[in-house]
């Protein structure tokens, strides 16, 4: 850390201190943002500062907000660095809980922390509503966020380098804004399958088509719409089956969303009068419906593949 920012942040420090602790009492404090480097004491000065103001002043606080940035420049940062920018904000963390209770916003950057710091800060940061993580690792590649929280409504992740991340299940839907194509195609330039499972029905899926962008080489896309299971749906029948990936698939989707499916009943096309005096010009693509019982348990076993608790027997060829 260079000595022009060492000085630049025990001056936000000292100023804050000032402010917060020998300003008026008769001038109400509404927002509150604050952006200073990870350094150990300067932070404790801001933090101590601001959970005093809180004590004093909390029915008055609207927002507050912390902006903490890491003491070395992005690309100076080992990953030992980040590793300790971790440490060091746990520390401030730890130190100044009652601060963190009363953010609303907070953007963290260029850190690396265990897998459980995450989560505990959120769960202690009772009034936040925006959480940025930007360049952030876990020791594990998974986020695992568990935590219900009343307030939070924003997460933002950038640059994180995370396999997965696992949301709670919350009565409000989570929306996800992709990254931009530009960014995710060397990470998606070779995918060619693409399955979307239980998209919200009634919400824009508009979003999707980002995948045809970020992805050159999709060949196959899949999206399910369904806004909660269906427990009384028991029959579905069929006429006109076809042994195609749009009939199949389309059973599949219904077979995963009636848990209480009893019976599929498929049958061939129709053979109406009319049909018999249609133009001989015009070719009709001959029915592929399955005569033999081997054809039909082989088409039970492709209908069922990789469904849970999916039973072949209730599936039925109609003649």
């Known amino acids: 850390m260079d000595a022009i920012r060492i000085h630049m942040n025990a001056a936000v420090s000292d100023a804050t201190d000032n402010i917060l602790n020998f300003r008026n009492q008769e001038i109400p404090l509404r927002q509150l943002s604050i952006t200073f480097y990870l350094k150990y004491y300067d932070c404790l000065t801001i933090g101590k500062a601001v959970a005093r103001a809180r004590a004093t002043h909390s029915h008055k606080l609207d927002s507050a907000e912390f902006i903490i940035l890491p003491e070395k420049k992005l690309q100076y940062c080992t990953i030992d660095d980040r590793r300790r920018n971790g440490k060091q904000l746990m520390t401030f963390f730890d130190a100044c809980t009652d601060a963190f209770a009363g953010l609303t916003r907070l953007h963290l950057r260029n850190l690396k922390l265990a897998e459980t710091d995450i989560p505990n800060i959120i769960a202690t940061c009772k009034r936040l509503e925006y959480l940025r993580l930007s360049m952030c690792q876990t020791e594990d590649s998974v986020l695992q ?3 219900e929280h009343p307030r939070l409504v924003e997460l933002d992740i950038s640059s994180a380098g995370l396999e997965l991340v696992e949301l709670p299940t919350e009565p409000q839907t989570i929306w996800v804004q992709p990254e931009c194509p530009k960014l995710l195609s060397p990470v998606l330039q070779n995918l060619q399958v693409l399955n979307l499972d239980e998209l919200p029905e009634g919400r824009d899926i508009a979003w999707t088509c980002f995948f045809l962008e970020a992805a050159p ?33 389309y059973i599949r989707h219904v077979m995963e969303a009636a848990v209480n499916l009893e019976d599929i009943s498929l049958y061939d096309r129709k053979v109406l009068e009319c049909c018999e005096v249609l133009d001989p010009k015009i070719e009709v693509a001959p029915s592929r419906y399955p005569q033999t019982i081997e054809e039909q348990e ?4 492709q209908i069922i593949e990789g469904l849970v608790m999916a039973s072949p027997h209730i599936i039925h060829f109609r003649s």
């Open 145 to 147: 966020l568990q935590v």
């Open 298 to 301: 082989l088409l039970r076993k």
């Open 217 to 249: 080489s999709l060949k196959e896309m899949c999206i399910t719409v369904w806004d909660h299971w269906h427990y009384n749906l028991t029959k579905l029948t069929i006429y006109g089956f076809q042994p195609n990936e749009n009939f199949m698939g």
